[in-house]
């Protein structure tokens, strides 16, 4: 097999699953809102059960759901036989998925998962199936034509039941009213975490330059050497009044000015950018990046606080 005719094939396999995505997107109706009618009304959590590739599929959307906002729970429809259908309350709804909707842990669970809930809502493939028969409301699935090559694998049917599951998520975080202060707090780790909760205050460089406006040139030199930024803050009584860079006094040397003579306020740049300390981390990275600076001076009730680089934040996977 040639490499055009491996990519005729990825080719098909994607397209056949965008067909079957579309055809499932028209079909969705009242079983639908009617789903997330019982879900969003439940006392209790959802409980997801599959077997097979849908188990797999199940995991993904109790994560998503978990991320945003809807407690639920996975249940393996092997395992749930042997002991673990007591994670089920009756205050909880049940979203069994299975593509053929007969498989046989499925049909024997399927009593047991309508006794023990408030209700239970079917995602298959075959509308003719058991979980359809005992289902409160069915989510159809079907998909006329698998991706694999011998139409047999779970492809097309797989996505389907992903891409339903998201649909579900999704519409239950606007019915929620679930906003991005809330997803944060469920995502706490990870670059993800940081970039919707970190403050300025968490990624402070432990050094603080500064010198008086009164400074002269070997005091600035000092200041600036000492710390890794490249800069000092010129402080009045902790305010800010200005900032000296390595580059002012490179261009300052460069000049005609009696070195003797020059103080800080001579060459420091007025009304430097600033950020709070309790603002988002990722807000000072924009500034960062909008002004095309490294370092970004940090207040604490408009006195001098501190100092964030650039460098530090994308360390840490602020973007």
Not at 86 to 100: F, H, M
């Amino acid at each position: 097999m040639n490499q055009s005719e491996i990519l005729h094939l990825a080719k098909n396999a994607i397209s056949i699953e965008i067909s079957e995505l579309e055809k499932l997107k028209d079909r969705l109706n009242e079983n639908f809102l009617k789903s997330l009618e019982i879900i969003q009304s439940a006392k209790g959590k959802l409980i997801v059960v599959g077997i097979g590739k849908s188990a797999h599929v199940g995991n993904k959307i109790v994560a998503t759901l978990n991320s945003t906002g809807t407690p639920s729970q996975f249940l393996h429809a092997s395992e749930a036989l042997h002991g673990d259908l007591g994670v089920i309350q009756k205050t909880d709804v049940v979203l069994c998925i299975s593509n053929s909707g007969n498989s046989p842990e499925i049909v024997n669970l399927l009593p047991f998962l309508k006794d023990y809930s408030s209700a239970l809502i079917g995602m298959t493939g075959n509308l003719n199936s058991k979980l359809a028969e005992f289902s409160t409301v069915v989510l159809d699935s079907s998909v006329e034509i698998e991706a694999c090559p011998i139409k047999l694998a779970p492809t097309s049917s797989t996505t389907v039941q992903m891409a339903l599951g998201d649909a579900l998520a999704i519409c239950l975080m606007e019915m929620n009213g679930f906003k991005e202060k809330d997803f944060a707090k469920f995502h706490p780790g990870g670059s993800l975490g940081k970039n919707l909760t970190a403050k300025v205050e968490q990624f402070l460089s432990s050094q603080k330059p500064q010198v008086t406006e009164t400074a002269g040139i070997r005091d600035i030199i000092i200041s600036i050497s000492a710390s890794s930024h490249g800069i000092t803050v010129v402080t009045e009584k902790e305010q800010i009044i200005g900032v000296i860079t390595d580059g002012d006094l490179r261009r300052m040397l460069m000049s005609d000015q009696d070195v003797s003579k020059v103080t800080a306020k001579d060459i420091m740049s007025k009304n430097p950018k600033s950020i709070d300390k309790l603002a988002l981390a990722k807000e000072a990275m924009a500034i960062l990046k909008d002004k095309n600076i490294g370092q970004l001076i940090v207040t604490e009730e408009g006195k001098y606080f501190g100092i964030i680089d650039i460098h530090r934040l994308l360390d840490e996977g602020i973007i």
